[in-house]
């Protein structure tokens, strides 16, 4: 004989009952009852399976799709599927947890650095907000690792925590050589929103460098298109008219040495690979302590440092949270020392690319600007159709001139000359 079966009444949530709990960041709270989480602003929009992999990533796939089958997860009391999209302020209810918090926390925290290397990371830090995240990245430290790549920013990544339960994730790359601003993201939702603006060229970069020479065109646009050089496995970028990826990048001359060298800030429009020392050694003045692309001319003699001179002095772009964010970096001591050396003052650089004119058109724009433009031939030749059918021009006057077809947006005319001299005023000549 069957034991007989004890019903259990089900407690259902009132006006009462405890608020929703905020969504930790890859935890889980171990509870007998069911559990609640409060989408937040940095997950709106996104696939319920996607929030699970972010916070809970210890319940998989397989598991979501089937509490979702049988109504165990619910989105503000409602069944969910597991492809469906979540808003900020919904309430997820789940099941209850049968995994240990400790075993999470240290899967999410591995203590893998030392004490030396947790301040060495944190004193890189020249910004900190909820959202972003900024380091003044020494030269020789490499953004990521690779092939014989051990020290890197990523790896720095725990470090970097600090009261957030999520590794910063990188959204832009920097040079091994190269020092500077560099932003990471603190949250998933902020990786994106940043991410999105770089990939839109809606970020504004400015670097410093030091230059052997002086260029002839005291500011300019290179337009050189650029792709990998053969037989290098991908390391060396150089100029290919043919199959190149257009690149454009703006300098202007701040000062000068002489003619021995010059000091000059660059605006990439583009972010090909090596763009900055590729161009500026095509047009015959290789940035400082660039062997790879500028050879032995790359370096000058005397207290001068044979590290390259190339920094990435400021950065602007906009905040998920508010105003832009606008972070500036301070020179590396063998940068500082050369300018130094070279008699250059550091006050007059902070009026290079000081206007905040119109940022690059977006893809977006571009793609309205030649949808526009495609009207406007579309109607002209309309027009034309209608005179040939019209009746014939009166005595004395002659066919009316035809306007000239513009160029398309965002595409260059052939030029001469790399370099399109922009205006800007003469740089100070040191003797």
């Keep these: 004989m069957k034991p007989p079966v004890r019903k259990v009444p089900i407690k259902r949530a009132g006006p009462a009952s405890k608020p929703a709990a905020q969504a930790p960041a890859g935890a889980i709270q171990t509870s007998s009852e069911a559990r609640q989480f409060t989408i937040d602003t940095d997950d709106d ?118 009261d957030s339960v999520v590794r910063p994730r990188l959204v832009h790359r920097l040079d091994k050589d190269t020092s500077g601003v560099l932003l990471l993201a603190r949250t998933p939702g902020s990786a994106a929103y940043f991410a999105k603006r770089f990939a839109g060229r809606n970020a504004k970069k400015i670097y410093w460098a030091l230059v052997v020479g002086v260029p002839d065109i005291y500011s300019g646009l290179i337009e050189l298109p650029l792709a990998k050089q053969p037989g290098t496995g991908g390391e060396k970028m150089h100029v290919d008219e043919e199959n190149g990826q257009p690149s454009r990048t703006a300098y202007q001359v701040i000062e000068r040495a002489g003619s021995r060298a010059a000091w000059v800030a660059l605006q990439p429009f583009t972010g090909r690979t090596h763009q900055l020392r590729v161009h500026m050694a095509a047009i015959g003045h290789p940035i400082v302590g660039d062997g790879k692309y500028g050879g032995q001319n790359a370096f000058l003699t005397g207290t001068i440092s044979r590290k390259m001179h190339l920094h990435a002095r400021r950065l602007r772009i906009a905040h998920p949270d508010g105003p832009a964010l606008d972070v500036t970096a301070e020179l590396p001591e063998h940068f500082a020392e050369s300018m130094e050396s070279l008699g250059f003052d550091l006050a007059l650089g902070e009026t290079a690319f000081a206007d905040e004119g119109p940022e690059p058109a977006t893809r977006e724009v571009k793609k309205q600007q030649a949808r526009a433009h495609a009207k406007t031939i579309r109607k002209e030749r309309r027009g034309e159709r209608r005179s040939r059918s019209g009746a014939a021009a009166p005595v004395g006057k002659g066919k009316p001139a035809g306007k000239a077809k513009p160029a398309a947006p965002g595409k260059p005319g052939a030029r001469s000359k790399p370099v399109t001299p922009r205006t800007a005023p003469k740089a100070p000549r040191r003797p």
Excluded: C
């Excluded at 209850?96 to 944190?122: F, G, H, N, W």
């Excluded at 953004?143 to 014989?148: D, E, H």
């Design 45 to 162: 929009g996104i696939r319920l399976d996607r929030w699970f992999h972010r916070h809970l990533p210890d319940v998989n796939f397989n598991l979501v799709s089937r509490w979702a089958r049988t109504g165990q997860v619910r989105l503000d009391g409602k069944r969910v599927g597991p492809g469906d999209r979540i808003a900020a302020g919904q309430t997820i209810r789940i099941p209850p947890s049968e995994a240990e918090p400790e075993q999470q926390t240290a899967r999410v925290m591995p203590k893998t650095l030392s004490e030396d290397q947790v301040a060495y990371a944190q004193s890189m830090v020249i910004h900190r907000d909820r959202a972003a995240l900024v380091i003044n990245k020494p030269p020789g430290l490499a953004t990521q690792g690779g092939t014989r790549t051990h020290a890197h920013v990523d790896g720095l990544g725990e470090a970097l925590m600090f």
